[in-house]
């Protein structure tokens, strides 16, 4: 095992330990909610975490899940009562994970925002969570109160109003951004391509219905577990945030079966190929129908397709209707170029590639040879054109024309004199006899 895997393994171990410790002080203060699902609820985002960070090391969504179990286990451990522990718990611990989902939603599989809407939603979620962890810093301090058991907690101006109210706010703050959430999401599946749209509908399915239970939840009393409503919507948000996790796996071993897929377009390859074959073959095992297969003609600034026709390659973009062109070259030369939808992975995409490498080699030999026949036939059909032109040209002129000096000028492609009209001049033949 790696180096990076060891490290990958020691998080893990200390996060778990982190989840059921926090679950342990909660359980020890009395906390009423079900800390088996609460405990299973980090424990999928944690393996979904150290898979991705295993599996996508430069993908910013694998920190992003530890950092909601980090985050969001705050909260447990803030019911020790030791100095701060309670405000931290507070302030950060249960202000910080629902931005951090929204983030790890919105930015899915990428780990980017890609507009300005996306960002702007993410921005406002964050800043609502800043501002009413600013406010509990501020007022949090329950032995202002005359609770003599509380830990000291540092707020200078204590105010238990002031802290129900921001927490009211933040809770029914819901009602506005859930539907901005959910607005982002169907942005998202309008513009995105049919291949995008198929790996990440559960995803975005599953995130509305978790929407719809924090819409719920944001007409509840902050805090209040004592409250059957109130503990029957947390509950659901446990239960149902278990599925964010487990969709994100489920994407990760799709694109691993999706490359074993490439072991069995090996064998495929392994035996001859119909005309287009190829292209159909490296379609179906990239999960693309509508890739295109074109290949570079050898010393040349050009692309043709198997039929030899000249291709033009698309320009990267975004949008349902985008197109990718991954260049494949052998020693540092164009050989071929597969359009397919930008949602897929470029590994697994040149992964087929490589896999097809010996057979895209003949085929563009072969494309080559087409695209010579086809100048060959375009050339011979100039001269054809050309010939009927000139063949032509007398189709306008009477013999007596022709009789009295007018030529075609093999110049022009029309008829014209020899010489100015002006000084040809007409004699009539002699009559004369020669002398007998």
């Known amino acids: 095992m790696t180096r990076r895997r060891w490290w990958l393994a020691a998080l893990g171990v200390a996060l778990v330990a982190w989840i059921i410790g926090g679950e342990w002080v909660s359980i020890h203060v009395g906390v009423p909610e ?11 985002f944690l393996a979904a975490g150290i898979v991705t960070l295993d599996r996508r090391p430069g993908n910013a969504i694998g920190w992003l899940l530890i950092a909601y179990v980090a985050a969001a ?19 950060v611990g249960q202000q910080l994970g629902a931005p951090i989902v929204v983030y790890i939603v919105l930015s899915y599989p990428t780990g980017r ?31 202002s109160d005359g609770c003599t058991s509380c830990a000291w ?13 921001a927490q009211t706010v933040g809770q029914r703050a819901a009602v506005v951004v859930v539907p901005l959430v959910l607005v982002a999401v169907w942005l998202r599946w309008r513009r995105a391509s049919p291949a995008a749209r198929r790996d990440l509908g559960p995803l975005w399915m599953g995130v509305c219905i978790v929407g719809l239970v924090y819409m719920m939840g944001a007409f509840t009393t902050p805090g209040d577990l004592k409250d059957p409503f109130a503990y029957l919507i947390y509950e659901l948000q446990s239960v149902l ?75 990267a973009g975004s949008g349902q ?43 563009r030999l072969q494309a080559e040879v087409r695209a010579q026949l086809e100048e ?38 029309r008829c014209s004199v020899t010489g100015p009209p002006a000084t040809r001049r007409w004699r009539p033949r002699s009559t004369r006899r020669p002398p007998s």
């Open 34 to 44: 079900n800390h088996f699902i609460d405990a299973i609820s980090g424990l999928a």
């Open 73 to 91: 286990y705050l909260g447990n451990w803030g019911n020790l009562q030791l100095p701060a522990f309670p405000l931290i718990g507070l302030a």
């Open 321 to 363: 209707w985008a197109r990718n062109a991954t260049v494949v070259e052998r020693e540092g030369e164009p050989l071929a170029a597969l359009i397919h939808d930008p949602a897929l992975d470029e590994g697994l995409v040149r992964a087929a590639a490589a896999a097809a490498g010996m057979t895209i080699e003949n085929e």
């Open 241 to 315: 945030q278990i599925s964010l996790p487990i969709v994100l796996v489920w994407g990760l071993l799709s694109a691993r079966l999706a490359r074993s897929a490439v072991g069995d377009l090996v064998m495929e390859l392994d035996r001859p190929l119909l005309p287009g074959e190829l292209r159909a073959s490296l379609a179906r095992a990239l999960g693309d129908p509508s890739l295109e297969l074109v290949y570079a003609l050898e010393g040349q600034q050009r692309w043709v397709d198997h039929d030899g026709q000249t291709v033009t390659l698309p320009a």
């Open 153 to 165: 907690e540092p707020a200078p101006f204590p105010s238990r109003t002031a802290v129900i109210t």
């Open 376 to 413: 060959v036939r375009a050339s011979r059909q100039r001269i054809v054109e050309a010939g009927t032109l000139n063949a032509g040209g007398w189709s306008g002129i009477s013999m007596t024309e022709r009789s009295s000096g007018w030529r075609r000028s093999p110049s022009r492609s």
């Open 113 to 143: 925002l890609r507009t300005r809407f996306e960002r702007a939603v993410t921005g406002m979620i964050y800043g609502l969570a800043v501002l009413v962890g600013l406010v509990t810093v501020l007022a949090f301090d329950p032995r």
